[in-house]
Nanobody, 121 residues
Framework: QLQLVESGGGLVQPGGSLTLSCAAS????????IGWFRQAPGKEREGVSC????????NYADSVKGRFTISRDNAKNTVYLQMNSLKPEDTAVYYC??????????????WGQGTQVTVSS
């Protein structure tokens, strides 16, 4: 059964850091791009970052560039999102999602269940 399971969310103070994990099962991560998205209360879901297949090409939303880093460990079938210098506006439910193939430009075909990130003092 294909699954994407996020973990690592929580409450952190402004300026702090968190690392989110997206563990994949039921398919081999090597052949797919994986994206991170987020949805804040009352707002639409937005793309945060994406990493392509084994080539590891990445992209980031302007709002997180220089603060967030996406990476993948194909041996562990897991994608990570390292988030530094967190701001209250980063508060949202974070989702990982599988793209339909190698490239980040392809549509999403599977979503994880999400993990809450709250940035507050």
């Amino acid at each position: 059964q294909l699954q994407l399971v996020e973990s690592g969310g929580g409450l952190v103070q402004p300026g702090g850091s968190l690392t989110l994990s997206c563990a994949a099962s039921g398919f081999t991560l090597d052949y797919y791009a994986i994206g991170w998205f987020r949805q804040a209360p009352g707002k639409e879901r937005e793309g945060v970052s994406c990493i392509s297949d084994s080539t590891g090409i990445t992209n980031y939303a302007d709002s997180v560039k220089g603060r967030f880093t996406i990476s993948r460990d194909n041996a562990k079938n897991t994608v990570y999102l390292q988030m530094n210098s967190l701001k209250p506006e980063d508060t949202a439910v974070y989702y990982c999602a599988r793209r339909r193939g190698y490239y980040c430009s392809l549509p999403v075909d599977y979503w994880g269940q999400g993990t809450q990130v709250t940035v507050s003092s």
